[in-house]
């Protein structure tokens, strides 16, 4: 059991890893768009963690408080991403730089969250 929580891990973190790789690119090329990558990674790591939330293959306590706020946050950037990609397709297939920017630092705030607060 303890291997398979590993390996689902794995599998979140490629989640995060496409997430955050597919807004990086379009930040570095200014473009403020959110690609197919993107969607992919977020759908990656919501299923992978919310199968990490209940207590399977760990000899230790969950921190609820913690996974409860990292699923609060991936909810926000789940919204920011439904919402922007609407209105993105609606007219030039960017999303404002405000939106574009807080789906980005909410990911990185994920992924502090995940490996500083223990
Ligand atoms: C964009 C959203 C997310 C990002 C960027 C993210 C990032 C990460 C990262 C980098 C780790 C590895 C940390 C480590 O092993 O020390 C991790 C672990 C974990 N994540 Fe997430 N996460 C996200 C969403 C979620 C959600 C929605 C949940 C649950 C509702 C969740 C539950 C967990 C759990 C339980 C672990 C620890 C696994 C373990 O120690 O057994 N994550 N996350």
Redesign the pocket.
Same mark, same amino acid.
């Given at each position: 059991m303890e291997i398979l929580?590993?390996i689902?891990?794995f599998v979140?973190?490629t989640?995060?890893a496409l997430?955050?790789g597919g807004w990086a690119v379009e930040a570095f090329s200014r473009r403020f768009r959110i690609n197919t990558v993107m969607n992919w990674?977020?759908v990656i790591?919501?299923v992978? /963690?919310?199968a $990490?939330?209940a207590p399977w293959? #760990?000899s230790y306590d969950?921190?609820y408080a913690?996974? /409860?706020t990292? $699923?609060v946050?991936?909810?926000a #950037?789940g919204a920011l991403m439904g919402i922007g990609g609407a209105r993105a397709r609606k007219g030039d297939g960017t999303v404002a730089p405000g939106l574009f920017w807080t789906i980005g630092i909410?990911?990185?705030?994920?992924?502090g969250?995940?490996?500083i607060w223990?």
């Open positions: 929580r590993h689902v891990v979140h973190i989640g995060f997430l955050f990674g977020l790591a919501a992978a /963690g919310l $990490l939330a293959g #760990i969950l921190n913690k996974i /409860g990292k $699923l946050v991936l909810l #950037i909410l990911t990185l705030l994920n992924a969250l995940a490996v223990r």
